[in-house]
């Protein structure tokens, strides 16, 4: 039996979206509230209702939307 593979973007059902770091597979990021949010594995997620991090994610350089 074949194992699935996980596929980046939005997990369903979770109500999350995904980032991909294109130069870090692990850091933190500091949101301008004070939040951080980890990258793992060169991948960042966040609630789709989190308008600060969304903004900030989308507006960051070294990161991607997964879809």
């Known amino acids: 039996m074949a194992i699935p593979k996980k596929t980046p973007g939005r997990p369903a059902g979770t109500g999350a979206v995904v980032f991909r ?4 597979t692990s850091r933190h990021l500091i949101l301008p509230d004070g939040r951080q949010l980890p ?3 060169g991948q960042v ?19 991607q939307a997964q879809e």
């Open 45 to 63: 997620s966040v609630k789709a209702g989190d308008r600060v991090a969304l903004d900030y994610l989308a507006s960051h350089p070294d990161l």
């Open 21 to 24: 770091d294109s130069l870090y």
């Open 39 to 41: 990258v793992l594995q």
